[in-house]
């Protein structure tokens, strides 16, 4: 089992920051690829970007490719999604997501445990 809490949300104007945080519990967190993920209003969650245990291995969608960065830090359990250049478009929930085998993936059905969420809001 993994516990994940996400921290960080906020409001934030267009061209702004955020850093989120993901901390998990769990004895096999430092092995879990890691994802990040959210949902607008009315619209199907979305895949952001993921992290291999190792760190080598990242994956990001189109749209925040150059944007978001995704890490981890397995000393400490966490995961972190910088958001720089944000858009009002980025408002949504954001979620951090844990998958129990195989590597990294961008799709949502691949994850096994799942955060509550924090709300990003991006203001123009």
């Known amino acids: 089992q993994v516990q994940l809490v996400e921290s960080g949300g906020g409001s934030v104007q267009a061209g702004g920051s955020l850093r989120l945080s993901c901390a998990a519990s769990?004895?096999?967190?430092?092995?879990?690829?890691m994802g990040w993920f959210r949902q607008a209003p009315g619209k199907e969650r979305e895949f952001l970007a993921a992290?291999?245990?190792?760190?080598?291995?990242?994956a990001y969608a189109d749209s925040v490719k150059g944007r978001f960065t995704i890490s981890r830090d397995n000393a400490k359990n966490t995961v972190y999604l910088q958001m720089n250049s944000l858009k009002p478009e980025d408002t949504a929930v954001y979620y951090c997501?844990?998958?129990?085998?195989?590597?990294?993936?961008?799709?949502?059905?691949?994850?096994?445990?799942w955060g509550q969420g924090t709300q990003v809001t991006v203001s123009s």
């Open positions: 997501a844990s998958r129990s085998v195989g590597g990294i993936s961008t799709m949502r059905y691949n994850y096994d445990y």
């Open positions: 769990g004895r096999t967190f430092t092995t879990n690829p």
């Open positions: 992290i291999g245990w190792n760190v080598a291995s990242t």
